[in-house]
């Protein structure tokens, strides 16, 4: 997989995704959803001096890590879809060995983000850190976490030698997957605390969730085209 190819993947079949099964795709934009909710309740929105006060409040950080569980969890869904050249049945089914490895991938997931949000300051210092530790150790998981959903149960040890030479490149596509998302999600996060009306508030929230959508999916489709980059999924 060429850089830009793997680029256009990822757009590409995360749309089909989003089309395919918009109602699994609607977990994470409803998680954000609450998520904005409880900030508005908190008067987050109201001016900047309101959003830097309400930033660590344990309600937010609550609905902060609900959020990230639920943009992990469609990637059970996405990596069946996409492992099934958009098989939308695969993606629905279960079975019983396929939800107990990505239970444990997702348990392993909330733990670190769990960590991050309750346990380590939240200083701007240890934020950089948690960022750049995940910057370097997810690309090497990456083959265990997209294995799990499929039934495959693929060692992180073993993840992490096909992955290793890898890292520089996953670091940069990574990079350049979530970017083109991510600064239009703060964006809107801005444009929210400063817009005049309370409507035209909710209707930029509502907008900032339905791109959240859009990025786990992304997320998810840049995964598996990370992980198969070199070697295919196999029992």
């Known amino acids: 997989m ?25 977990i994470p934009v409803l998680a954000e959803f609450a998520q904005h909710a409880a900030e508005m309740h908190l008067g987050m929105y109201a001016s ?55 239970a444990v991938v997702m348990l392993f997931n909330s733990a670190l983000v769990a960590i991050q949000l309750f346990v380590l300051p939240r200083s701007g210092a240890a934020l950089i850190a948690g960022m750049v530790g995940g910057l370097l150790i997810t690309p090497l998981l990456l083959r265990w976490f997209v294995a799990a959903p499929l039934g495959i149960f693929i060692s992180p040890a073993a993840s992490a030698r096909v992955m ?26 801005a444009a929210a605390i400063f817009a005049p009306a309370y409507v035209l508030k909710w209707a930029i929230l509502i907008a900032d969730s339905l791109l959240v ?9 840049g995964s598996w085209a990370l992980a198969t980059r070199k070697m295919p999924i196999t029992a």
């Open 48 to 102: 900047l001096e309101a959003a830097q006060a309400a930033e660590d409040d344990p309600l937010r950080m609550a609905f902060g890590f609900i959020k990230t569980f639920a943009l992990s969890l469609p990637g059970y869904w996405v990596i069946r879809y996409l492992a099934g050249n958009r098989d939308t049945q695969a993606a629905r089914s279960f079975d019983r060995r396929s939800v107990t490895l990505y």
């Open 213 to 221: 959508g859009w990025m786990a999916a992304a997320m998810m489709a």
């Open 164 to 189: 290793l030479p890898q890292v520089p490149f996953a670091i940069a596509f990574s990079l350049a997957v979530m970017l083109p998302l991510m600064v239009p999600h703060y964006a809107l996060g």
């Open 2 to 26: 060429r850089f830009w190819g793997g680029l256009k993947y990822t757009y590409r079949e995360s749309w089909a995704f989003l089309w395919a099964c918009p109602l699994l795709a609607l």
